[in-house]
């Protein structure tokens, strides 16, 4: 296929175009070339990579239900996520070994692609657990990832780790030889998360959510992050984060911001009941909170939301989209989020008003 007469992003800009695809991408022409659909000025972009997603449409990742995995593929690709990470919560082995066999052993029938996993815990701090159930928590333990790791098949490409726990300095270590390990639900103070990035740590978890406030004599997580050239995440509903903060942390991180959905099983669905990681939450407004509580969990966004609001937010639309596909993927150690010769057909296309128009997957148009 050819797609002719379009905008397409080419490191990290746009450029007039037409590209050439079948599985993978062949080639990248003039954008007056003939061809099979004239886009007629349209934005074609990397497929985009949600690197932290627990669910949608009802389903989620640490349920262990083999069923549940197809309708999440097929959510994601029709919300223009190509590659996405299952990412769990803080449960016991037990709960968490099935549900990553479970991932291990899906085989997608079309939809958006399992890249890997991310371990959003059990590693995790109690005074910053958030929507993670404290009686599940674990110190950092290498023995435990790695069977963990063992039961997703060796997809584990993201862990997050409160570096401050006994044994959390060691683990990251030796952890981030085999995956990318992450700062997040965390107290760590900068001089702390600097050691942690020192022995190997490279990301920060939903920078300012679970962790402790950038404070001028404080910095934290947030100011380690930003000296020590890691790469962090963003929730981009509006609701986590003030547009003011999205901006600034656009300018303080750039190519390193990552947009994240940090979806639950509630996006995609009504207003109600639901739950997480054995918790009942409630979601109102697209708001979801530990019932009962303000604390936030998570949100009810598709990452392709996430990426309008950064640009309704004040951020360039060619510094949304590398950081929703290319900068995610480099920051997880994935091949995907760029149009490059030979890559995967991974695209979407998206009209003048960020609506979405098309998505392939592997060069196949999946339905939007």
Request: net charge negative; aromatic share 6%.
């Amino acid at each position: 296929m050819r797609i002719t007469n379009a905008r397409i992003f080419v490191d990290r800009d746009f450029v007039p175009g037409s590209l050439d695809f079948d599985r993978a991408i062949r080639s990248l022409g003039p954008a007056d070339a003939p061809g099979d659909w004239d886009v007629q000025g349209a934005w074609v972009i990397p497929g985009l990579v949600d690197i932290h997603t627990h669910g949608a449409v009802g389903e989620d990742f640490s349920d262990g239900k083999p069923e549940g995995l197809q309708p999440l593929a097929d959510y994601y690709a029709a919300h223009g996520v190509t590659s996405y990470l299952a990412t769990t919560m803080t449960l016991k082995e037990e709960v968490l070994a099935p549900a990553l066999r479970a991932i291990r052993d899906f085989r997608r029938r079309g939809g958006a692609k399992c890249a890997g996993v991310h371990l959003e815990g059990p590693f995790l701090c109690y005074a910053k657990r958030g929507a993670q159930a404290a009686e599940n928590l674990h110190r950092p333990d290498v023995p435990l990832f790695r069977r963990l790791n063992d039961a997703s098949g060796g997809q584990v490409k993201l862990v997050t780790v409160a570096c401050e726990e006994e044994g959390g300095m060691e683990f990251i270590s030796q952890v981030s030889r085999e995956c990318t390990v992450s700062l997040g639900h965390s107290v760590a103070g900068y001089d702390q998360a600097m050691e942690a990035f020192q022995r190997g740590a490279s990301h920060a978890t939903h920078l300012f959510n679970g962790m402790e406030p950038l404070h001028h004599r404080q910095p934290g997580i947030i100011g380690a992050a930003a000296d020590a050239g890691a790469s962090v995440e963003l929730i981009c509903d509006g609701l986590h984060i003030h547009p003011a903060v999205v901006r600034l942390t656009h300018r303080l991180f750039g190519e390193k911001l990552n947009l994240i959905s940090d979806s639950l099983r509630c996006a995609g669905m009504p207003d109600g009941d639901y739950t997480l990681g054995g918790q009942p939450i409630t979601v109102k407004g697209g708001r979801a909170t530990l019932t009962g509580t303000d604390t936030l969990a998570g949100s009810s966004i598709s990452l392709l939301d996430g990426l309008r609001r950064a640009v309704e937010f004040g951020l360039p639309l060619k510094d949304a989209v590398y950081a929703a596909s290319t900068a995610p993927a480099l920051a997880a150690r994935l091949s995907a989020g760029t149009i490059q010769p030979g890559r995967p057909a991974d695209l979407v296309v998206l009209g003048q008003d960020l609506e979405l128009l098309a998505v392939f997957v592997d060069g196949e148009r999946q339905k939007a």
